[in-house]
């Protein structure tokens, strides 16, 4: 086989030519004396780039309010999200039982994936939670749901440190969890996608709903600032509740 050489062309080599600030033009010539001239010319245009606004920059992501209405999830959602989880593939118990202590425990991914056997106390049912992004750290009572849950996992996937584990016996990875989450939601027939830190919020929203304290809602999603958990209240229908008597 030749070897052949790229070298850019020079101008007025190919004749007319048409956006030439968008194209990158190559000439190819093979290294023998006498054989013909190949040209090869590759263009960049919006034809075979659909999806790019400019050729000089990436294209901009979309933004949370053009993708989905809220950040957060309802409780009747969130059933249908464990439920969805626990019927696919064949980690489906352990993928419910993951969406099932993210929501109960408002865990962030990194907190998720991090939990070890010695957080858990399963015979007074208690979960120490170490929170990320400076939080306050706090001890979570676990109920029969997820006590169930946790020791059959527990069975199911044994001699590991780490509460949710792949087939290597390693912690999941960020990464695997937003599929799981993210599957689930298709397959719940979410309108449209979600995310793990969705569960969070819904943690939020359900116990402010419920009429719980701020300060203890605070505490238990290990706010340092209770301006963070704020948001949370606002959205509750509660204090509206009376406006209206027909």
């Not at 400019?54 to 309010?65: E, F, G, H, I, M």
């Not at 997820?146 to 059959?152: G, I, K, Y």
């Not at 290990?222 to 959205?235: A, D, F, K, M, S």
Request: aromatic share 6%; with cysteine.
């Amino acid at each position: 086989m030749e070897n052949t050489q790229l070298k850019p062309l020079q101008a007025g080599q190919i004749g007319e030519k048409n956006s030439a600030q968008n194209a990158l033009k190559w000439h190819s010539s093979p290294s023998g004396e006498g054989q013909n001239e190949r040209i090869v010319e590759v263009s960049f245009d919006g034809s075979n780039t659909p999806k790019r606004e400019c050729l000089n920059k990436p294209p901009r992501r979309v933004t949370n309010a053009e993708r989905r209405s809220r950040e957060f999830l309802t409780e009747a959602e969130v059933e249908k999200l464990v439920k969805a989880a626990e019927s696919l593939g064949r980690h489906g118990h352990r993928d419910g039982t993951l969406l099932l202590m993210a929501y109960r425990h408002a865990l962030r991914v990194s907190e998720l994936t991090a939990l070890r056997w010695d957080q858990l106390d399963l015979a007074q049912g208690l979960l120490h939670v170490n929170r990320l992004k400076n939080g306050t750290p706090s001890t979570h009572p676990v109920r029969g749901p997820e006590l169930r849950a946790v020791r059959r996992l527990q069975r199911d996937y044994p001699n590991s440190p780490y509460i949710f584990t792949g087939e290597r016996k390693g912690p999941l990875t960020a990464s695997c969890v937003r599929k799981i989450v993210a599957r689930a939601g298709v397959a719940a027939g979410l309108e449209f996608p979600v995310h793990p830190h969705m569960l969070r919020h819904a943690a939020g929203y359900k116990l402010a709903n419920d009429g719980q304290d701020t300060r203890a809602i605070q505490h238990y999603l290990g706010h340092r600032n209770i301006t963070h958990t704020v948001r949370y209240t606002e959205l509750s229908p509660e204090r509206f509740k009376d406006f209206w008597q027909d």
